[in-house]
């Protein structure tokens, strides 16, 4: 059997550059749809968390036919926290097309992304997307490009990439701007011109590196990855083995899917060159080899990058806990957790040295965050506490910590304040230069511990208008100690259902979080207080009845609208001495200690210790 007339291309950028609308057109065009079949938006987000918050989580295949060519497709994840996952996925290809998007430039993620498509040796192919947009600079935007190359010590023969400039999202791709905007098809013809076929062994014994996990409902454990070398029959035995050459499992491949637009259909026999899942292991993981039992050890791989980020997740022990969710024990806490770090290579969970409470560490406050929001989903409880950086020995036995790429954009007025934050924060400011429109671009280095709780912040300083990009750089001297919030807070020193009439007499004390009629108990915080200190305020303070005259006035004591955090903010919000309370209706914030008095003793131990 010859290898099959087959592509593998990866689609890869900077996050929200259209990887994925781009995606959805290629199946359209290449007819992978019957006309009938409605086609959704994003299509391979398929998951909840995925079509809610409009971004890629987890890498996926779909496959069109173009010119009797089966072309796989792999869209990657564009966010920093998933990086790690598309290094494993540029193994798997043999070309990477990398979308640039014609306004926003080459933003971290692009310049990290072509960094590992280069080292791997492949020649990319760059789109400069969304040249419909109204702030469209194309001819920048390729000028940027260039440099990029260039910068990350491109060969010549990578320096001289194809380009295309196109529309994702209306379908078109042209060589020159002004060509007629038409269809994909210069797309189609670039990949299958550009991209080598698989030129692999199908003689030698099956071998293929495990590069995605997930489990799915029907099947249970999928391993999607290319077939490297020989060829797999359905029901074969495999041995599976670990990067370091140990025996994970052996087995049986009880399903052996094939990727057919976006379906996985089943097949007899597959082979090298090939991206394939496989169902039928219960312990496989990435990044191990499944091979033939004759094959002698493991294929190369690129290891999991370790986690940088730990949060502690406890119990809920508030007064309200267990009245809005069903799981609440620590006991499924923990099963949930565990279970979570099996399918989630990502992810690691250890039990922690305080009771009820398991240290979850991964890459980065999305992450976990998008983690918290699905247990919540299923109905548990929590109490999460502020997250805190990995950090390591290096040789010489000194500390060290993660450190951030941060590339910032904002109207010039405001960056003096950014820089003024950023430097408190101990970040180092390594370029500045116009980015057109009256906006500066700032280039900064900081550890990832100075990031935390930067972003709110951040907006309000610049009045909504920054934007902010980040990414993992590596590990640096650890900076010492780091300013946290400045602001203390309003703590409730009453349980029960916060009033109008209390709220009202206490919002020129600082900005609230919550609103009349809202849940709230001893400890728990509603609001930042304007001035250094925390404050306790009593926010079920009713007027007194007796007082007829001022009835029926309530209406008059208008309220300053509470800033409302999403489940990210608050938890990036909180300080070491408090927690975020999160239950499948509500995110509270709150202090450690609820009683006030363990609460001044926690206080003063801890200024005893500093
Ligand atoms: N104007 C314009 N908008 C586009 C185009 N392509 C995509 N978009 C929009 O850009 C946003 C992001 O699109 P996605 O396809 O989710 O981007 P992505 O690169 O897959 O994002 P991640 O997977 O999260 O990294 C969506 O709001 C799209 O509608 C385009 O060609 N032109
Ligand atoms: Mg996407």
Redesign the pocket.
């Known amino acids: 059997m010859a290898v099959p007339n087959i592509r593998n291309v990866a689609?890869i950028?900077?996050?929200?550059?259209?990887?994925?609308?781009?995606?959805?057109q290629l199946l359209r065009q290449s007819g992978a749809f019957a006309a009938h079949q409605a086609l959704t938006?994003?299509a391979l987000?398929r998951n909840d968390l995925?079509k809610e918050?409009?971004?890629?989580?987890l890498a996926k295949v779909a496959s069109v036919v173009w010119n009797d060519t089966r072309i796989n497709i792999v869209?990657?994840?564009?966010?920093a926290d998933f990086g790690g996952e598309v290094e494993r996925i540029l193994n798997m290809v043999d070309g990477a097309v990398i979308?640039v998007?014609a306004a926003e430039g080459v933003l971290p993620?692009t310049k990290f992304v072509l960094g590992k498509a280069l080292a791997r040796g492949l020649k990319p192919m760059v789109v400069v997307?969304?040249?419909?947009?109204q702030d469209a600079r194309p001819d920048d935007v390729h000028n940027e490009i260039f440099d990029l190359f260039a910068a990350l010590g491109a060969s010549d023969e990578q320096l001289d990439f194809p380009m295309l400039f196109?529309?994702?999202?209306?379908g078109w791709a042209i060589k020159e701007l002004t060509d007629p905007h038409e269809n994909l098809n210069p797309l189609f013809d670039l990949i299958l011109s550009h991209v080598p076929a698989p030129n692999l062994d199908v003689s030698a014994p099956f071998g293929m590196v495990a590069s995605i996990l997930e489990s799915d409902q029907f099947l249970g454990r999928v391993l999607t990855g290319r077939v490297e070398q020989g060829r797999a029959t359905l029901n074969m035995p495999v041995k599976v083995y670990r990067l370091d050459g140990t025996v994970v499992e052996t087995g049986r491949l009880t399903k052996l899917l094939s990727f057919r637009g976006l379906e996985r259909v089943a097949v007899d026999e597959v082979s090298a060159g090939d991206i394939i899942a496989v169902a039928g292991l219960t312990d496989a993981t990435v990044p191990e080899t499944i091979g033939a039992p004759d094959l002698p050890g493991p294929l190369p791989a690129t290891p999991i990058d370790p986690p940088t980020l730990a949060m502690t997740f406890r119990i809920n022990d508030g007064p309200l806990a267990g009245r809005e969710g069903k799981k609440v024990t620590s006991r499924q806490i923990r099963d949930r957790l565990y279970r979570e770090a099996e399918g989630n290579v990502a992810i690691h969970v250890a039990d922690s040295s305080e009771t009820d409470a398991f240290e979850v560490s991964g890459r980065g406050e999305l992450q976990l965050g998008v983690l918290i929001e699905q247990m919540r989903r299923e109905g548990f409880e929590l109490t999460i506490g502020r997250p805190k950086v990995l950090t390591r020995k290096n040789e010489a036995g000194e500390r060290e910590e993660p450190y951030e790429d941060t590339l910032i954009d904002v109207d010039e007025p405001y960056a003096g304040v950014v820089v003024e934050k950023m430097s408190r924060r101990k970040g180092e400011l390594q370029d500045i230069r116009p980015s057109g429109g009256g906006k500066q671009r700032l280039t900064f280095r900081i550890p990832s511990r100075g990031l935390i709780g930067y972003h709110g912040e951040f907006l309000t300083d610049t009045r909504g208008t920054g934007v902010m990009n980040r990414i993992f750089a590596g590990y640096g001297p650890w900076k010492g100690s780091i300013e946290g919030r400045r602001n203390g807070a309003l703590i409730s020193s009453e349980d029960g259902e916060a009033v109008q009439y209390a709220l009202f007499a206490l919002q020129d004390r600082g900005t609230m979080f919550v609103s009349p009629g809202d849940k709230v108990y001893v400890g728990m915080i509603l609001g930042e207080h304007s001035r250094e200190n925390d404050l306790d305020i009593n926010p079920v303070k009713e007027k007194k009845l007796t007082n007829i005259r001022a009835a029926g006035k309530d209406e008059a004591l208008l309220l300053v609208p509470p800033r409302k955090m999403s489940l990210e903010q608050a938890i990036a919000y909180v300080e070491d001495d408090e927690l975020v309370e999160v239950t499948p209706s509500a995110v509270r914030l709150r202090k450690k200690h609820l009683d006030p008095n363990a609460r001044k003793r926690a206080d003063k131990k801890a200024d005893d210790a500093a």
């Not at 950028?13 to 959805?24: Q, R």
């Not at 918050?53 to 989580?57: C, P, S, V, Y």
């Not at 869209?75 to 966010?79: F, I, N, S, V």
């Not at 997307?129 to 947009?133: A, E, H, L």
């Open positions: 689609i950028a900077h996050v929200d550059h259209g990887k994925t609308t781009l995606v959805d938006e994003r987000d995925e918050r409009g971004i890629t989580i869209d990657t994840p564009g966010h979308l998007d993620q997307n969304k040249i419909d947009r196109a529309s994702g999202r209306q």
